[in-house]
């Protein structure tokens, strides 16, 4: 099955220019305006039947479970229970590694080349926890490999968190390696994914991945506001929530002994705080329908066949290139880099810009990210645009 080509009209940004900014955010997407409506429809309804469905509305409730469904399938995971929702991908992250039952000794290992979203909770936590956060340093070539990250860990390594593509260079982590070698060892694998989930298939459970974290709103679709956290049961056996509030799997033990109890300690939804953003659950629940029915695969084959054309189109325009031409090593964004090239890359950015090409330029490097609405034609609007520069 091909991408539909109508997928484009979707995408409000992707038709007023050539947009090839989705690892930075998919600008938006039309299901997101009618999910809203929905929401503040089935809102009204609600509210005016006097509705209850626990701490909240049901009909909330009802929506964000089978949000729970899909965001399963989507990862790969081990069941709905173990979906919880979170504002962004830092936040489950942060919930995770604050929450865990770390021992003097331990330590947690990552990489120099990750995003704040990771890096930044992994050293909080090990300050305030106690616990040494080993830093695989970066390679001159920007790469990350799964031996590294594992001959960087001991016998006390308790967690390796990591991203699945890297969102400075588009550097695609073998996860089905690394994963294998965590769960033979005891060690427990976080994934921030946000930069690959809607865009490649994703394999918790087959690849030995124990959480994943991720906003919505760059592959899949949704709005900036929403994001969630998958976590299994034996990683959730470790992990205390952050915040205590009323759920479906906390619970307030009255005296004579106060206590907050965990009704289903195994269940991810014992991280969740409180009054979780509705609106956003509506968006992300809309978009990963609409994704999964589109098939992951397929989205990757159209993504993957774009990478390869602009791949080859600026290798014979004699750019250079950082990114890989394996399959395995990127999930759609192709990495420009100017250093002895014979031009300057920030020009080269703002005369596509200029041409109404939305890309980012950032750590001395053009960043092309491609979605699911891109097309040929986008790729050779960029293509001629890169052309007319190299010779003018």
């Given at each position: 099955m091909s991408i539909p080509s109508n997928v484009k009209e979707l995408f409000p940004a992707a038709k007023r220019c050539t947009y090839f900014d989705v690892a930075y955010d998919c600008g938006g997407c039309l299901?997101?305006?009618s999910s809203a409506q929905r929401f503040f429809d089935d809102w009204e309804v609600s509210a005016a039947e006097n509705e209850r469905g626990g701490p909240g509305r049901g009909v909330f409730f009802r929506e964000l479970d089978e949000a729970r469904e899909y965001l399963n399938e989507l990862v790969g995971g081990t069941g709905p229970q173990q979906i919880a929702f979170a504002r962004n991908?830092?936040?489950?992250?942060?919930?995770?590694l604050q929450g865990f039952d770390f021992r003097e000794g331990d330590n947690i290992v990552t990489d120099a080349g990750e995003h704040q979203s990771v890096i930044m909770p992994c050293l909080n936590a090990g300050r305030g926890k106690g616990f040494e956060v080993r830093v695989l340093p970066e390679r001159d070539d920007k790469k990350i490999f799964?031996?590294?990250?594992i001959a960087l860990a001991d016998e006390h390594t308790r967690i390796i968190a990591v991203s699945h593509v890297q969102s400075a260079t588009g550097w695609c982590l073998d996860l089905a390696k690394l994963g294998s070698w965590c769960r033979a060892n005891g060690v427990f694998l976080i994934?921030?994914?946000?930069?690959?989930l809607g865009i490649k298939p994703f394999h918790a459970e087959e690849w030995g991945v124990d959480a994943v974290a991720a906003g919505s709103y760059k592959g899949l679709c949704g709005s900036e506001s929403a994001g969630f956290v998958y976590a299994d049961s034996e990683l959730l056996k470790h992990v205390s929530?952050?915040?205590?509030?009323a759920g479906f799997a906390v619970s307030l033990k009255r005296g004579p002994e106060w206590a907050v109890e965990y009704t289903d300690p195994g269940s991810a939804r014992k991280l969740e705080n409180s009054t979780l953003d509705?609106?956003?659950?509506?968006?992300?629940?809309?978009s990963v329908k609409w994704l999964l029915g589109l098939g992951i695969e397929n989205i990757w084959e159209h993504v993957n066949g774009l990478y390869h054309y602009l791949y080859d189109g600026l290798k014979a325009l004699g750019m250079d290139i950082l990114s890989s031409e394996d399959d395995g090593?990127?999930?759609?964004?192709?990495?420009?880099?100017?250093?002895?090239a014979g031009y300057d890359l920030e020009e080269l950015f703002e005369f596509l810009r200029s041409n109404n090409i939305a890309l980012t330029y950032a750590h001395g490097h053009i960043r092309i990210s491609i979605g699911v609405f891109n097309t040929k034609?986008?790729?050779?609007?960029?293509?001629?645009?890169?052309?007319?520069?190299?010779?003018?």
């Open positions: 299901l997101g305006r991908t830092n936040e489950g992250i942060n919930a995770l799964a031996e590294e990250l994934v921030d994914a946000i930069q690959s929530p952050v915040y205590s509030a509705n609106l956003g659950g509506y968006i992300l629940n809309d090593e990127h999930a759609g964004s192709l990495l420009l880099k100017g250093a002895g034609e986008d790729a050779d609007v960029l293509l001629a645009a890169v052309k007319e520069f190299k010779t003018r």
